[in-house]
Each structure stands twice: as C-alpha cells, then as structure tokens.
T-cell receptor
Framework: QQQVKQSPQSLIVQKGGISIINCAYE??????FPWYQQFPGKGPALLIA?????SEKKEGRFTISFNKSAKQFSLHIMDSQPGDSATYFC????????????FGKGTKLSVIP | DAGITQSPRHKVTETGTPVTLRCHQT?????MYWYRQDPGHGLRLIHY???????DKGEVSDGYSVSRSKTEDFLLTLESATSSQTSVYFC?????????????FGPGTRLLVL
C-alpha cells in the first residue's frame, strides 16, 4: 500500500522555467512533509520541509505548497537551472522523535539549457 | 555532512552467503535507520533503531536483521543473501534542521547478489 503518491515520474524543464512536482498522501496522521534531493551516486539530502500549520514555505528558489484539506503538497523550483537536475523525493512522517518517513517513488528532473 | 559513514561502499556476493553492512555516526543521535532504494520503489524502510539494543521493523524487513550495540554503530545483516536483495542501501540518522526533526542520509552501499 503506497501511502505517498508522487508525480510525475520524470520531468524535463527548460532552463529558467518552473519545475513542479506533486505528492498526495492518505494518512491524516502525517504531520511532517520533507523534500529530498538526490544526485547520482549520492545519498538523498534534505532540501526543504513543512509542517501542516502553514500553507507555504519558501527557501530561495524552492517553495513547498501544502493543501491540508486535499492531502496534497508540491515542490516548486523557480528559475530552474541545469544544476537542479536530480531525483526529488517527497516524504511524509508522523510521531515525535523517530519521525519515520514514508517516501514517494521519486521524480527525475532534467533541466535543459 | 551529517557525520555518517557506511561500509563497505560496494559489495558483490553470491546467493546464500551472509552479508553485514555497517553504518557509523559521529553525531550521537538516538535514532538510526536502514533503507533500501530500488528503481520504481523509492526508499523503503527496512529496520530502525531508537537506542542501543532497541530496534524495530520497517516496511520491508523480511530477510534482514539488525543490531545496535553502541550508539554510533548500526549493523544490517542479510543472513542468506538472495538476488532480490540486490539494491542500494542507505543508512540515516535523525537530526534537527530549522527547528524540525528530519533524517540525514549516508552515502549508500551498492550490493550486488549474484
């Protein structure tokens, strides 16, 4: 049972464009929603994260939008650059302390010049 | 870097042999995790630990065991490796970033079971 559904599987964006990746979750107990960025041969690295008490969080060119009623959240990458080409994973977690995370299946982003 | 190392980084083994992967942290974090990553499946939790000698199963724990005798080390053992366990294995630890608890990942171990 997949608890976090991520789309699209792959995405090609022109340099300077906006990349948008969407995730939907089922478990209403989730209260923590991070995004991870992974480059080939490396481990995932935390990019940005949000709690349900806010609808949007922005860090530089990266923005998380969160819709609690729809149980959806998305990552927007503004002014996408070739260096942003990577695989992006959304995740959802719950429970204080351990924050066990359930991951989406990932989106491979390619930003072309 | 979150102070996580994994060893070995690459391993080739044969079906039926035991394999142990090691995760070492220098951050003194309580929580440690083992994930496997496979194409089309993302990251799936195998086991996690919430303290020395305290471990619990994750989503895909069959065929795997873990041990944690020291805070800094978390071992993942495949008692009898199978080809379906060919994967990239990541260790993670919990830490805080921007006031939020999150997980930091190691560099991974590529395991090929022939």
């Amino acid at each position: 049972q997949q608890q976090v559904k991520q789309s699209p599987q792959s995405l090609i964006v022109q340099k300077g464009g906006i990349s948008i990746i969407n995730c939907a979750y089922e478990n209403t107990a989730f209260d923590y929603f991070p995004w991870y960025q992974q480059f080939p041969g490396k481990g995932p690295a935390l990019l940005i994260a949000i709690r349900p008490d806010v609808s949007e969080k922005k860090e530089g060119r990266f923005t998380i939008s969160f819709n609690k009623s729809a149980k959806q959240f998305s990552l927007h990458i503004m002014d996408s650059q070739p260096g942003d080409s990577a695989t992006y994973f959304c995740a959802a977690g719950s429970g204080a302390g351990s924050y066990q995370l359930t991951f989406g299946k990932g989106t491979k982003l390619s930003v072309i010049p | 870097d979150a102070g996580i190392t994994q060893s070995p980084r690459h391993k080739v083994t044969e079906t039926g042999t035991p394999v142990t992967l090691r995760c070492h942290q220098t951050e003194n974090h309580r929580y440690m995790y083992w994930y496997r990553q496979d194409p089309g499946h993302g990251l799936r939790l195998i086991h996690y630990s919430y303290g020395v000698k305290d471990t619990d199963k994750g989503e895909v724990s069959d065929g795997y065991s873990v041990s944690r005798s020291k805070t800094e080390d978390f071992l993942l053992t495949l008692e009898s490796a199978t080809s379906s366990q060919t994967s990239v294995y990541f260790c993670a630890i919990s830490g805080r970033a921007g006031g939020l608890e999150t997980q930091y990942f190691g560099p991974g171990t590529r395991l090929l079971v022939l």
